[in-house]
């Protein structure tokens, strides 16, 4: 199974931290990500995203591109949330028969789960705004220490 | 200091695995390689390449696009070289004031070295021919299990 972290893009201020918008760089960077990803064949059979708008507003972006289609809001990938809870909806779709997973979420929780299911210390990965990590997991839990790091990257290599 | 790890390109058969050219395919890859590196504003102030020709061709290519200066050919880098003997070669180019060094080499010893510079297990992570894996590494050695991943792409997604 693959699967796809994805930090929001750029974000502009908020009435509160769980409303910040995108900004329309931000958004329009996710624009041009969703097409490259078009493009490369990328796409994902659930998308998970943390309820903060500047999340969801990153993963239906990705939707509107027709790569991730509907998105589910999840309340383990918001700040706080834990890898054992991502890990649980990641196998609840798995189980239904999702090869390919994303999240979208926020740093530094995805590059310290990257780390984590890599067998990497935390702190050893960089995640760019709008920056994918994917990873090769193994076809049954456990999954941490057990997966293959297969991309890294930022919106600007894309 | 930024270390490339950069994995030759494909390549052909040859009359010992030392001679083994790139494939046309594998050289117009690697040039368009060079040239997204190039307009991602990458270069590097050192280029060691291991003596295998499939990887000094890949140097070369990087070269001849404006981003790699003289490559020099590094026996520690060619198969059976250590993690321990290139770090002395970068150390050296560094201590000239290399903050930009590539390293063109062979699986699997890029990306085990990658991972023990990030501090994860051997084959956590996979590195495609043409591929590139970029870490930030402390100003002092020791830089074993103290680097962060910052890139790790194909060609593809290049």
Do not use: N, Q
């Amino acid at each position: 199974m693959l699967l796809y972290l994805i930090r929001h893009g750029k974000a502009a201020a908020g009435a509160s931290d769980a409303e910040r918008p995108l900004t329309a760089d931000g958004a329009d960077e996710m624009r041009r990500v969703a097409r490259r990803l078009t493009k490369l064949g990328v796409a994902f059979d659930a998308t998970l995203s943390s309820p903060l708008v500047r999340a969801l507003e990153t993963a239906d972006l990705l939707a509107e591109a027709g790569i991730a289609g509907a998105v589910e809001a999840c309340a383990a990938l918001a700040p706080g949330g834990t890898l054992d809870e991502a890990l649980g909806e990641v196998a609840r779709r798995h189980a239904r028969g999702a090869e390919r997973v994303a999240l979208v979420g926020h740093e530094p929780t995805l590059s310290e789960w990257a780390a984590r299911l890599a067998g990497a210390p935390a702190g050893s990965l960089e995640l760019k705004k709008g920056g994918i990590i994917a990873l090769e997991l193994p076809d049954r839990p456990p999954f941490e220490g057990r997966a293959t790091l297969v991309w890294l990257t930022s919106p600007k290599l894309l």
